[in-house]
C-alpha cells in the first residue's frame, strides 16, 4: 500500500500532537498539582522542574495548529471559527499561564507569589480541560452544514461524554506531570511528589475506566477498525499493560522508565484516537457527507508534498536541538540565580 | 458596529499589542550577539555583566512575545475562516516554516541562555545566543513573506471549491520572493534593530544620568549609538526601496499614503501635513516635484493619484496619510538623536548634557511609535483588500460569529492586555533600576544557602 500525501500529512499531525501532549502535559500537570505543595521552596523546585522546557513544549501546540492550516485550511477554519469561545477560553489559558510562571518568582512577597501559584494552578487546568474538550468533540463528532460551518452553540460543545473526555485529559496531565517531577526531584521534594503519585494514577485509571466505557457506548465508530483488524485491536491491550506497568514501576523506584512508560500510553492512546477518526478530520454524525476528512479539507496535493519536505528537513534539527536542551538540563532540579 | 468590524478591531489590538515585542527580540537578539560577542573577544567583566543583564530583559519580552504570539496562530481560524480557506494552500506553508525553523531555536536555546550559564562553557552559551537570535530573525521572515503575499500575491492560481475560490500554489519560490517580501523583511528587521539599539542607548543614559554603573553604560552607550546610526542610514535606502514597491504594485495605497487626490505632473511630497478629506486636499509643507522624482527619477511624471482608482478601492485616507507621516517624522527624530548623541560622545560632552540625555532615556519610544505607524500605514493602506485585488476584508471574516462572542473576547483581550503591559513595564523597570551589578551580587546571595 503506498500512503498518499493527505494520509502522510495526517501523520505528521499526528506526531505533532503527540509530541505537544507528552511533553507540555507535564508542563500542565505540574501546573496543576502546584497548589498542592505547600512550601515556596518546594513550589520553586517544582516550577523550575519545568523552567527551561515549557517554553519549547508549548511551540508544539504552534505547530498543531500552524500544521492544521497548511495541510488542512478548511479544517482549521472550521474548528477555529465553530469553537470560537472555547479557543478564546486556551487562549486566556496558555497567555495567564505564561505570565504566572514568568512573574511569580520576580517578587519576594507571599502574598504576589499566592496570586500567581493560584494564576498558574488555574491557567494550567484550564488549558487541560479546555483540550480535553476539544478531543471529546472531534471523537463524538459535531454537527456541520454544507458550507462546512458548525451549527451548533457553545453549550453544545459540553456533552456528558465531552466532559468525561476532559476529565480524563486532565487526569492523564496529572499522572503525568507527577512522574515527571518524582524523576526530576531529590530530598525532601521528593518525598513529597512520592505522596501525589498513587492518588494520581488512582485518578487516571478510573478516568481511563469512564472513558473506555463510555466511548463504547456513546461513540462506537472508534471501535469499528479495531474489530475489523485484530492487529489493531492489539493497540488497547498494549495501552492497558503499560499503563499498568506504571505503577509497578514506581513501586520498584524506576522514575525514568515510569515516565517513559507514561509517554508510551499517551502513544497508545493518541493512536486509537487516530484510527478510530481517520480519515476524518471533523465528523459530523447527523449528515456524514457534511464531514470534514483529510481529502476534502486538504491543501492540494502539492503543498502537502512541500510541507512533507520542510517537516522532513526541519523535525530532525527540532529534536536534535531539542534532545541537547534536555541532555544540558538533565538530571535533579537545583535553584540558583537563575532559577524562577 | 458588525461582526467585520469588530473582527477588524479586535485584529488590531491583538496585533498591535503583540508587536510592542517582537522587535525587542530581534534587535536586543542582535545586541546580545554584539555585547557577548565583545566579552568574548576582550574578557572585560563589564560585557559579560552587560550581557547578563540584557538576557534577564530579554527574557521578560520573550516571555510575552511567545504569549501574545500564540494568540495570532489562532487568530486567522477564528475571526478570519474564508480567509483561511482562501490563503490556506499558500501561506500555510511560509507559518508552517516558521514554526519549525523560528520557533523552536528561539524556544529551545532560549532556556540555555538564561538557566545555561553554569551547565555550558562560554563559547557554547554564545552558540546559543547566536541561536536565539537568528530564530527571532527566522521568525520575522516567515510571517513577512506570507503578510507580503497579502500585498502583492505571486505564484498562484485562483481555483474554485465547493466553499469558495481558494488560491493555489503553482510555484513555491514565486510566492517566497514575491515583488515586495524582500524590501519589506530588511525594512522591518532594521525596525527591529532600530528598537534594540534605541532600548540599549535609552537604559545606558538612564545609568548616566543616576552616575550609577557608568562604566557599562557607556559601553552600552556606544554599542547603541553606534548601531542607531548605522541602521538608521541604511534604513534610508530601505524606505525608498519599499516605496517604490508600492508605487509600482499597489498605487491606490501609494496615492494614499501621500495624500495624492488629484492626479498631476510634478507631483508634490508633504513632509508633514494634514488631509483635508472633504475637500480632498493636504494642508502642509510640500516640496514641488518630490514624489515625482523619488518615484520616477524625474521631475515631471505625475504619480497615479486617487481620482484614477474606482471610489469602492479607496483606502481611508487621512488614516493611511497620517499613519505613515507619523512613521517618517519618527524617523527624522531618531537620527536628531543619534546623531546629537554620537556628536556628544565623540567629543566627550555627553555626560553633562542632561537635557540630551533625558530625550535618549525617552527615546526608547520612537522605534516603537514609527513601526507601529509603519505597519498601521502598510496594513490599512492596503484596505478594502485583505489579499490585494483578489480578496476583500469583508469577504475574509467568519460570517458565522455573533457580536456579543466578539464583545466578549475583545474585553477579554483588553483586560489581558492592559495587565500584562502593567506588569511588563512594573517589573521592567524594576530590573532597570537594580541594574546589572546589583544582579551579580543578588548571585552570590543565592549561592550561599545561608541566608
Same mark, same amino acid.
Given at each position: 500500500?503506498?500512503?498518499?500525501?493527505?494520509?502522510?500529512?495526517?501523520?505528521?499531525?499526528?506526531?505533532?500532537?503527540?509530541?505537544?501532549?507528552?511533553?507540555?502535559?507535564?508542563?500542565?500537570?505540574? /501546573?496543576?498539582?502546584?497548589?498542592?505543595?505547600?512550601?515556596?521552596?518546594?513550589?520553586?523546585?517544582?516550577?523550575?522542574?519545568?523552567?527551561?522546557?515549557?517554553?519549547?513544549?508549548?511551540?508544539?501546540?504552534?505547530?498543531?495548529?500552524?500544521?492544521?492550516?497548511? /495541510?488542512?485550511?478548511?479544517?482549521?477554519?472550521?474548528?477555529?471559527?465553530?469553537?470560537?469561545?472555547?479557543?478564546?477560553?486556551?487562549?486566556?489559558?496558555?497567555?495567564?499561564?505564561?505570565?504566572?510562571?514568568?512573574?511569580?518568582?520576580?517578587?519576594?512577597?507571599?502574598?504576589?507569589?499566592?496570586?500567581?501559584?493560584?494564576?498558574?494552578?488555574?491557567?494550567?487546568?484550564?488549558?487541560?480541560?479546555?483540550?480535553?474538550?476539544?478531543?471529546?468533540?472531534?471523537?463524538?463528532?459535531?454537527?456541520?452544514?454544507?458550507?462546512?460551518?458548525?451549527?451548533?452553540?457553545?453549550?453544545?460543545?459540553?456533552?456528558?461524554?465531552?466532559?468525561?473526555?476532559?476529565?480524563?485529559?486532565?487526569?492523564?496531565?496529572?499522572?503525568?506531570?507527577?512522574?515527571?517531577?518524582?524523576?526530576?526531584?531529590?530530598?525532601?521534594?521528593?518525598?513529597?511528589?512520592?505522596?501525589?503519585?498513587?492518588?494520581?494514577?488512582?485518578?487516571?485509571?478510573?478516568?481511563?475506566?469512564?472513558?473506555?466505557?463510555?466511548?463504547?457506548?456513546?461513540?462506537?465508530?472508534?471501535?469499528?477498525?479495531?474489530?475489523?483488524?485484530?492487529?489493531?485491536?492489539?493497540?488497547?491491550?498494549?495501552?492497558?499493560?503499560?499503563?499498568?506497568?506504571?505503577?509497578?514501576?514506581?513501586?520498584?523506584?524506576?522514575?525514568?522508565?515510569?515516565?517513559?512508560?507514561?509517554?508510551?500510553?499517551?502513544?497508545?492512546?493518541?493512536?486509537?484516537?487516530?484510527?478510530?477518526?481517520?480519515?476524518?478530520?471533523?465528523?459530523?454524525?447527523?449528515?456524514?457527507?457534511?464531514?470534514?476528512?483529510?481529502?476534502?479539507?486538504?491543501?492540494?496535493?502539492?503543498?502537502?508534498?512541500?510541507?512533507?519536505?520542510?517537516?522532513?528537513? /526541519?523535525?530532525?534539527?527540532?529534536?536534535?536541538?531539542?534532545?541537547?536542551?534536555?541532555?544540558?538540563?538533565?538530571?535533579?532540579?537545583?535553584?540558583?540565580?537563575?532559577?524562577? | 458596529?458588525?461582526?467585520?468590524?469588530?473582527?477588524?478591531?479586535?485584529?488590531?489590538?491583538?496585533?498591535?499589542?503583540?508587536?510592542?515585542?517582537?522587535?525587542?527580540?530581534?534587535?536586543?537578539?542582535?545586541?546580545?550577539?554584539?555585547?557577548?560577542?565583545?566579552?568574548?573577544?576582550?574578557?572585560?567583566?563589564?560585557?559579560?555583566?552587560?550581557?547578563?543583564?540584557?538576557?534577564?530583559?530579554?527574557?521578560?519580552?520573550?516571555?510575552?512575545?511567545?504569549?501574545?504570539?500564540?494568540?495570532?496562530?489562532?487568530?486567522?481560524?477564528?475571526?478570519?475562516?474564508?480567509?483561511?480557506?482562501?490563503?490556506?494552500?499558500?501561506?500555510?506553508?511560509?507559518?508552517?516554516?516558521?514554526?519549525?525553523?523560528?520557533?523552536?531555536?528561539?524556544?529551545?536555546?532560549?532556556?540555555?541562555?538564561?538557566?545555561?550559564?553554569?551547565?555550558?562553557?562560554?563559547?557554547?552559551?554564545?552558540?546559543?545566543?547566536?541561536?536565539?537570535?537568528?530564530?527571532?530573525?527566522?521568525?520575522?521572515?516567515?510571517?513577512?513573506?506570507?503578510?507580503?503575499?497579502?500585498?502583492?500575491?505571486?505564484?498562484?492560481?485562483?481555483?474554485?471549491?465547493?466553499?469558495?475560490?481558494?488560491?493555489?500554489?503553482?510555484?513555491?519560490?514565486?510566492?517566497?520572493?514575491?515583488?515586495?517580501?524582500?524590501?519589506?523583511?530588511?525594512?522591518?528587521?532594521?525596525?527591529?534593530?532600530?528598537?534594540?539599539?534605541?532600548?540599549?542607548?535609552?537604559?545606558?543614559?538612564?545609568?548616566?544620568?543616576?552616575?550609577?554603573?557608568?562604566?557599562?553604560?557607556?559601553?552600552?552607550?556606544?554599542?547603541?549609538?553606534?548601531?542607531?546610526?548605522?541602521?538608521?542610514?541604511?534604513?534610508?535606502?530601505?524606505?525608498?526601496?519599499?516605496?517604490?514597491?508600492?508605487?509600482?504594485?499597489?498605487?491606490?495605497?501609494?496615492?494614499?499614503?501621500?495624500?495624492?487626490?488629484?492626479?498631476?505632473?510634478?507631483?508634490?511630497?508633504?513632509?508633514?501635513?494634514?488631509?483635508?478629506?472633504?475637500?480632498?486636499?493636504?494642508?502642509?509643507?510640500?516640496?514641488?516635484?518630490?514624489?515625482?522624482?523619488?518615484?520616477?527619477?524625474?521631475?515631471?511624471?505625475?504619480?497615479?493619484?486617487?481620482?484614477?482608482?474606482?471610489?469602492?478601492?479607496?483606502?481611508?485616507?487621512?488614516?493611511?496619510?497620517?499613519?505613515?507621516?507619523?512613521?517618517?517624522?519618527?524617523?527624522?527624530?531618531?537620527?536628531?538623536?543619534?546623531?546629537?548623541?554620537?556628536?556628544?560622545?565623540?567629543?566627550?560632552?555627553?555626560?553633562?548634557?542632561?537635557?540630551?540625555?533625558?530625550?535618549?532615556?525617552?527615546?526608547?519610544?520612537?522605534?516603537?511609535?514609527?513601526?507601529?505607524?509603519?505597519?498601521?500605514?502598510?496594513?490599512?493602506?492596503?484596505?478594502?483588500?485583505?489579499?490585494?485585488?483578489?480578496?476583500?476584508?469583508?469577504?475574509?471574516?467568519?460570517?458565522?460569529?455573533?457580536?456579543?462572542?466578539?464583545?466578549?473576547?475583545?474585553?477579554?483581550?483588553?483586560?489581558?492586555?492592559?495587565?500584562?503591559?502593567?506588569?511588563?513595564?512594573?517589573?521592567?523597570?524594576?530590573?532597570?533600576?537594580?541594574?546589572?551589578?546589583?544582579?551579580?551580587?543578588?548571585?552570590?546571595?543565592?549561592?550561599?544557602?545561608?541566608?
Amino acid at each position: 500500500m503506498i500512503i498518499d500525501a493527505n494520509t502522510a500529512f495526517y501523520f505528521v499531525i499526528g506526531i505533532a500532537v503527540l509530541m505537544y501532549v507528552m511533553l507540555d502535559g507535564f508542563d500542565l500537570g505540574v /501546573g496543576a498539582l502546584h497548589l498542592f505543595a505547600k512550601t515556596d521552596e518546594e513550589r520553586r523546585i517544582f516550577l523550575n522542574a519545568i523552567g527551561p522546557v515549557w517554553d519549547g513544549n508549548e511551540v508544539w501546540i504552534i505547530i498543531v495548529v500552524g500544521g492544521l492550516f497548511a /495541510g488542512f485550511p478548511n479544517a482549521y477554519a472550521t474548528i477555529l471559527s465553530g469553537f470560537y469561545s472555547l479557543f478564546m477560553i486556551l487562549i486566556a489559558g496558555f497567555i495567564f499561564r505564561a505570565a504566572a510562571i514568568e512573574f511569580r518568582s520576580k517578587r519576594e512577597s507571599p502574598r504576589w507569589r499566592g496570586l500567581w501559584d493560584f494564576v498558574f494552578c488555574a491557567a494550567s487546568l484550564v488549558v487541560a480541560f479546555v483540550i480535553g474538550i476539544l478531543l471529546g468533540n472531534l471523537i463524538q463528532g459535531v454537527p456541520l452544514d454544507a458550507e462546512q460551518n458548525y451549527t451548533g452553540d457553545f453549550f453544545n460543545l459540553f456533552s456528558p461524554y465531552v466532559l468525561i473526555v476532559a476529565l480524563f485529559a486532565l487526569s492523564l496531565c496529572t499522572m503525568h506531570g507527577a512522574i515527571y517531577l518524582y524523576m526530576k526531584t531529590e530530598g525532601e521534594a521528593h518525598q513529597t511528589v512520592r505522596r501525589w503519585i498513587n492518588p494520581a494514577i488512582g485518578f487516571f485509571l478510573i478516568a481511563f475506566f469512564l472513558v473506555s466505557l463510555a466511548t463504547f457506548f456513546t461513540a462506537p465508530h472508534m471501535i469499528v477498525p479495531m474489530r475489523e483488524n485484530p492487529l489493531l485491536g492489539m493497540i488497547p491491550l498494549l495501552a492497558l499493560v503499560t499503563i499498568f506497568s506504571i505503577p509497578m514501576l514506581i513501586k520498584r523506584e524506576k522514575a525514568g522508565w515510569a515516565f517513559i512508560s507514561s509517554c508510551v500510553s499517551i502513544l497508545l492512546l493518541l493512536s486509537l484516537y487516530q484510527i478510530g477518526t481517520y480519515p476524518y478530520l471533523i465528523y459530523s454524525p447527523a449528515i456524514p457527507e457534511n464531514s470534514l476528512t483529510i481529502y476534502n479539507a486538504s491543501s492540494t496535493e502539492k503543498t502537502l508534498k512541500t510541507l512533507l519536505l520542510i517537516v522532513a528537513i /526541519g523535525i530532525p534539527l527540532v529534536l536534535a536541538y531539542g534532545f541537547w536542551v534536555y541532555r544540558i538540563f538533565r538530571g535533579k532540579v537545583k535553584l540558583d540565580s537563575s532559577s524562577y | 458596529m458588525d461582526v467585520l468590524l469588530l473582527s477588524r478591531i479586535q485584529f488590531a489590538i491583538n496585533i498591535c499589542f503583540h508587536y510592542l515585542y517582537p522587535p525587542i527580540s530581534i534587535g536586543l537578539g542582535l545586541m546580545l550577539v554584539i555585547m557577548e560577542g565583545l566579552y568574548l573577544k576582550t574578557k572585560l567583566p563589564k560585557y559579560r555583566e552587560m550581557t547578563f543583564f540584557w538576557i534577564k530583559i530579554f527574557a521578560l519580552v520573550f516571555a510575552i512575545g511567545v504569549a501574545t504570539g500564540l494568540v495570532q496562530g489562532f487568530a486567522f481560524g477564528t475571526n478570519w475562516a474564508r480567509f483561511s480557506r482562501f490563503v490556506g494552500d499558500v501561506f500555510g506553508s511560509a507559518l508552517a516554516s516558521e514554526g519549525i525553523f523560528a520557533f523552536f531555536l528561539e524556544a529551545g536555546f532560549l532556556g540555555i541562555l538564561i538557566f545555561g550559564k553554569d551547565r555550558v562553557g562560554p563559547k557554547l552559551h554564545y552558540l546559543a545566543t547566536i541561536c536565539v537570535c537568528l530564530g527571532a530573525h527566522f521568525s520575522a521572515v516567515w510571517i513577512i513573506i506570507a503578510n507580503s503575499w497579502m500585498q502583492t500575491p505571486a505564484g498562484f492560481h485562483i481555483e474554485q471549491t465547493a466553499t469558495g475560490p481558494r488560491a493555489v500554489i503553482t510555484d513555491f519560490w514565486q510566492m517566497v520572493f514575491n515583488p515586495s517580501s524582500m524590501d519589506r523583511l530588511v525594512h522591518t528587521i532594521f525596525g527591529c534593530w532600530l528598537t534594540g539599539a534605541f532600548f540599549v542607548m535609552s537604559v545606558a543614559a538612564f545609568y548616566l544620568l543616576k552616575k550609577k554603573h557608568q562604566e557599562i553604560a557607556r559601553s552600552m552607550m556606544k554599542i547603541g549609538l553606534t548601531v542607531s546610526l548605522i541602521v538608521l542610514g541604511l534604513q534610508l535606502f530601505s524606505g525608498d526601496r519599499s516605496a517604490h514597491y508600492v508605487a509600482k504594485h499597489q498605487p491606490a495605497k501609494f496615492a494614499a499614503l501621500e495624500g495624492v487626490y488629484h492626479t498631476a505632473p510634478s507631483t508634490p511630497m508633504n513632509i508633514v501635513g494634514w488631509i483635508d478629506e472633504k475637500k480632498q486636499q493636504v494642508h502642509g509643507f510640500k516640496i514641488s516635484g518630490l514624489l515625482s522624482f523619488l518615484t520616477y527619477r524625474n521631475l515631471i511624471d505625475p504619480v497615479p493619484g486617487l481620482d484614477q482608482i474606482p471610489r469602492d478601492e479607496w483606502p481611508n485616507v487621512p488614516l493611511v496619510f497620517h499613519s505613515y507621516h507619523i512613521m517618517i517624522l519618527t524617523w527624522i527624530a531618531m537620527l536628531f538623536v543619534s546623531v546629537f548623541g554620537f556628536w556628544a560622545l565623540f567629543r566627550g560632552t555627553l555626560e553633562s548634557k542632561k537635557k540630551l540625555l533625558w530625550i535618549m532615556v525617552f527615546s526608547v519610544l520612537l522605534p516603537h511609535i514609527g513601526q507601529q505607524a509603519g505597519w498601521m500605514a502598510a496594513e490599512t493602506g492596503r484596505q478594502p483588500w485583505i489579499v490585494w485585488k483578489l480578496l476583500r476584508t469583508s469577504e475574509g471574516v467568519s460570517h458565522k460569529l455573533s457580536k456579543g462572542q466578539l464583545i466578549g473576547s475583545i474585553n477579554m483581550f483588553v483586560v489581558i492586555y492592559i495587565l500584562l503591559f502593567s506588569l511588563f513595564i512594573f517589573l521592567l523597570d524594576r530590573k532597570i533600576k537594580q541594574g546589572p551589578e546589583e544582579l551579580a551580587l543578588d548571585e552570590k546571595l543565592y549561592r550561599d544557602p545561608g541566608k
